[in-house]
């Protein structure tokens, strides 16, 4: 991976914060090179919570995603694993680098054990291309559950000042009467 798309990354750090998906994306990708993918897929409730393509950071490939936690939280179901799962598998058919950004609430409850399986869907495909592909993580806003597990497996994270990374959301552990510190 190049020291200038780390130095891309680091210099929107400041700009992820806006909450909007495809901003973030073109923030990344060289200028006009972003190609949505998957754009029609949407969950039974609507959108699928996630922004995923591919495009070019200094003329090199990149495949990409955002979760866009205006669209339901950025929740985790079904449709969002099945646009994932497209673009880990055709990052490692090219053996082009993942830049994931993280901005989620968590799982859709509603979908119930079906969103339980899309972690373990994504818990699997990370590991598969570890190793095989590089994979950069961006913390951009709450990153919970299975999703901090699979951001935690990338080979660099990088997080925003409004990022959180937990298994357990804080306000549970605050419930049970337990100080949560961060880091």
Do not use: H, W
């Amino acid at each position: 991976m190049s020291g200038s798309m780390l130095e891309k990354l680091s210099a929107a750090k400041a700009q992820l914060s806006a909450g909007d998906a495809r901003k973030r994306l073109e923030l990344l990708f060289d200028e006009g090179s972003f190609v949505e993918l998957d754009s029609f897929v949407k969950a039974a409730e609507g959108a699928a919570g996630v922004l995923t393509g591919y495009g070019t950071v200094e003329g090199s490939p990149v495949y990409a995603f955002s979760q866009n936690s205006d669209d339901l939280g950025g929740g985790m179901g079904r449709a969002q694993m099945a646009k994932l799962t497209k673009v880990y598998d055709l990052a490692l058919k090219t053996g082009c680098p993942v830049v994931g950004i993280y901005d989620s609430k968590g799982a859709r409850l509603e979908e119930g054990a079906d969103a339980l399986a899309a972690y373990g869907d994504l818990m699997k495909t990370v590991s598969r291309l570890s190793g095989v592909v590089p994979q950069v993580a961006v913390v951009a806003g709450p990153c919970a559950g299975a999703a901090a597990l699979a951001a935690c497996n990338a080979d660099l994270v990088i997080m925003s000042e409004e990022g959180e990374l937990f298994l357990t959301p804080p306000f549970v552990a605050k419930a049970k009467g337990e100080t949560v510190e961060g880091a």
